[in-house]
């Protein structure tokens, strides 16, 4: 078995890998790449071998791609490139003969009005039409997408924000990567599957205005604003318009309770409890 991560010098890649050797997975028989395969070094040490793949240059892919039997097709992060980045790696992986992707999704991509959801919904389509046996991993919220609050907590006492008493059911980065380990480590057993894949524990913004200050030992409060106060906010920040205006709806989305509860599906797939946020906030603190 041969497995190539796309995406293995960002910070969920690069725990995946390191998932894959812990569980047992033989270091020779993981490929990690990126843009820039010299942030791999660290994992060329440890015996993986590592090779560029950039998706915005398809010619990159097939020698990266050769010979593999299964991909790990992280979701990019640009919205406006990703649909076109993921597409490329899907022609290059049926080109290459692989057996089995592995995508990262979003919460409920086929059926949600979360702003992010379309590039996904549309990737799972080319997946589906592709032919080739995939599995989808539907990561929910990262805990770890709350350090800025943290910061501001830690510096202000306070944080703002526009999510109401809407509810997120986060894990850690490290949590979604053993899950993703665990599929790529037997795809087969895993082949067609979609996996809402959440925390254990759904909270509000008021309940990580205590964690936070539990964890920097002083109050914090959280200010909820309108989805136009919250803009105005950002931009004041020092946002640009665009992203202040996406990160506001992001919020708003959770306020609509886009994000869902807890399903268990993390949990069944790693065999072991989600990581609570507060335990991320503390490592970060």
């Known amino acids: 078995m041969s497995v190539v991560i796309v995406g293995a010098t960002g910070h969920l890649g690069r725990l995946v890998v390191e998932e894959l050797l812990e569980r047992g997975t033989p270091a020779g028989e993981v490929v990690a790449t990126g843009r820039d395969a010299d942030r ?95 599995t989808v991993l539907r990561n929910n919220w990262y805990n770890e997408n709350y350090e800025s609050q943290l910061y501001a907590a830690r510096d202000h006492g306070a944080f703002v924000g526009g999510a109401g008493q809407g509810r997120v059911p986060s894990a850690s980065r490290r949590d979604f990567a053993a899950a993703a380990a665990v ?41 909820d604003l309108s989805t136009a106060e919250h803009i105005a906010a950002l931009v004041e920040a020092g946002l640009d318009e665009g992203t202040a205006s996406f990160v506001a709806a992001l919020d708003a989305n959770i306020r609509d309770g886009v ?10 797939l790693t065999g072991r409890p989600s990581t609570p946020i507060a335990d991320t906030l503390r490592d970060l603190a």
């Open 40 to 134: 791999l070094a660290a994992l060329a040490e440890r015996g993986v071998r590592t090779a560029r793949a950039d998706l915005d240059d398809p010619a990159t892919l097939p020698s990266a791609l050769a010979g593999a039997d299964t991909l790990l097709l992280i979701s990019t992060s640009e919205p406006g490139r990703r649909l076109p980045q993921h597409r490329a790696a899907v022609e290059a992986a049926a080109a290459a003969g692989i057996g089995h992707i592995v995508y990262t999704s979003a919460p409920r991509a086929d059926d949600t009005t979360l702003v992010l959801a379309p590039d996904h919904k549309a990737t799972e389509e080319l997946l589906a039409a592709s032919g080739i046996a995939h």
């Open 259 to 268: 994000l869902g509860e807890p399903t268990g599906d993390l949990r069944r």
């Open 183 to 223: 599929v790529l480590a037997d795809p087969a057993a895993h082949a067609g599957a979609v996996y809402e894949l959440t925390g254990d524990t759904a909270w509000t913004y008021p309940e990580l205005a205590a964690t936070l200050s539990a964890v920097l030992g002083t109050e914090v409060v959280y200010k």
